[in-house]
């Protein structure tokens, strides 16, 4: 697996990192590659899934309330 080491870290940085990764009850190498992972992290398409769930939901059967509930009732007594 991969090392890095970090150099000329602000000291305030340093600190704050410290304070958040025990707020976290993280490590301090834990706490940065998860601030570093947030960052690097893609981000959703939301364009393409409002058009993709939009496609899927169309498609769907229709469906009458009396329909819903009758299922809802179904095996009960």
Do not use: C, W
Not at 28 to 52: G, K, Q
Not at 72 to 77: L, V, Y
């Amino acid at each position: 697996m991969p090392n890095m080491t970090l150099k000329n870290l602000p000291p305030g940085l340093h600190a704050r990192l410290k304070a958040a990764a025990e707020r976290n009850r993280r490590s301090l190498n834990s706490e940065i590659l998860a601030r570093l992972e947030a960052v690097t992290r893609p981000t959703a398409d939301r364009e393409a899934y409002s058009r993709d769930l939009r496609a899927f939901t169309t498609n769907l059967p229709k469906v009458s309330g009396g329909l819903v509930v009758r299922f809802k009732r179904q095996g009960r007594k």
